[in-house]
């Protein structure tokens, strides 16, 4: 009896506008960050959803402030130079407008700020 509550109860919730999250745009949750002098801060973390290619403009969502669309400037999976990274590669992000003390672990960077 309380799963056909439960059931009835998730289809209230998921017809008032939830919108689950499309597995096609890109995400990924910042797992560490590091400097490279002269060229830019490096995100790293694992693709959950999406690629990313350089030159993307994707949306950076600090934990403790407003989003802000940055462009990739370089991706690496594996000390390998990549163009192109897919869900579920472990991967670090080149970004030239970013400082160390923007970006912290758990922060998130999606396809778009909208």
Known sequence: MRLFALLA?????FSSGFRAPDRDDFRM???DRFTITGRGLIITGVVEGGPVRVEDVVCFRPSDGAPR?????GI???R???EVAEPGDAV?????EL????????DELTASCE
């Open 99 to 106: 400082e160390r003390s923007d970006v912290n672990r758990g």
């Open 69 to 73: 669309e940055l462009t990739v400037a």
């Open 9 to 13: 109860l998730a289809s209230v919730s």
């Open 29 to 31: 949750t910042v797992m």
């Open 80 to 82: 390998r130079v990549v």
């Open 76 to 78: 690496e999976v594996f």
């Open 92 to 96: 670090g992000l080149l970004f030239t």
